[in-house]
């Protein structure tokens, strides 16, 4: 496009240049026309006139030789003259051509400017509708990512809750029990495996059951109750206090040994009562809950390394 518009702009300018010529030229044949016109005008007329009326006219012989010898003499002149200006007049005709030609260039490169324009136009679209495709491709990889981010920080969020459960497992794995109580004893769990009683660390509504999965994927290995706001945290059996302090993200932590390799892990507590080391009967207290109605206190019963229904258990007592 650029150098069809650089030949439109040389063409325009020859033409111009052309133009000026062609003015000068006129001018000059102009100036060169007038006496010649007005000498052949006289010529002509003298020529039409018959040689009886010369012979006629009133003057000598001498005259008439003069006039012959005059007109001899002025014939090279016109005839000079007329050479030049017919030499002007091709010279004004190549100049017409070349003006042609120019026209003609101008023409062409103007047909070529419009043809480069419709093409450049045509790729434009063509980059346009590539640039949406694309860009509508971008689109769905981004809506992609953003799913595939989902679904790491939950398999992150999976993972850390399972690490949590393992860690809180090896911990109670290593807590060396309480020697055996005497058969006797009521607030004990034999180790039969069956409870003597068993009870719930604090009344409320049961927000998760044991087995159930939370959102995350993680089954959950206790019972979650939601107490009320300040509510008292009671010692679901009698035991011995193995641990009493706060443990990462679940707030307050209290384990309770039952002995017979029978545990209770309570979870969620707002303040603690009890330490380790003590002992406490069924239904002592061992801290409170949060005053917030969102507090939640979890309860995870174990026999081993085996997590058992708390509801089974209280039932069975």
Not at 188 to 212: F, I, K, Q
């Amino acid at each position: 496009m650029q150098a069809a518009q650089s030949d439109i702009a040389a063409a325009q300018a020859r033409i111009q240049l052309i133009a000026s010529l062609q003015q000068i030229a006129r001018r000059k044949i102009a100036d060169r026309q007038g006496p010649i016109l007005h000498l052949t005008a006289a010529l002509q007329t003298m020529a039409r006139r018959p040689p009886a009326l010369a012979i006629a006219q009133p003057g000598s012989i001498e005259d008439i030789v003069h006039v012959r010898l005059l007109l001899a003499d002025t014939l090279p002149v016109i005839q000079a003259r007329t050479a030049g200006l017919r030499a002007d007049l091709d010279k004004q005709t190549q100049l017409r051509t070349d003006a042609e030609r120019a026209i003609a260039a101008l023409g062409a490169s103007q047909k070529l400017l419009a043809q480069r324009q419709r093409e450049l136009a045509s790729l434009e679209q063509t980059a346009i509708r590539k640039s949406q495709r694309l860009a509508e491709q971008a689109a769905d990889e981004q809506q992609r990512a953003l799913g595939l981010g989902e679904e790491a920080r939950d398999a992150a969020d999976r993972m850390q809750s399972a690490e949590d459960a393992g860690d809180i497992r090896a911990r109670l794995e290593r807590l060396a029990g309480p020697d055996m109580r005497p058969a006797g004893a009521g607030d004990a769990m034999p180790a039969s495996g069956r409870a003597s009683r068993y009870r719930l660390p604090t009344p409320g509504r049961v927000e998760t059951g044991y087995g159930e999965v939370s959102p995350a994927g993680v089954r959950s290995r206790g019972l979650t109750v939601a107490p009320q706001p300040g509510a008292d945290i009671v010692a679901p059996a009698a035991g011995t206090i193995v641990y009493a302090k706060p443990f990462r993200s679940y707030g307050q932590v209290v384990i309770i040994d039952h002995g017979g390799g029978w545990t209770t892990t309570l979870t969620g507590l707002a303040s603690i009562a009890v330490r380790a080391g003590q002992h406490v009967a069924q239904g002592d207290a061992i801290g409170s809950g949060g005053a917030s109605r969102n507090a939640r206190v979890t309860a995870e019963l174990r026999h081993g390394n085996r997590p058992i229904d708390i509801v089974a258990m209280a039932q069975a007592g």
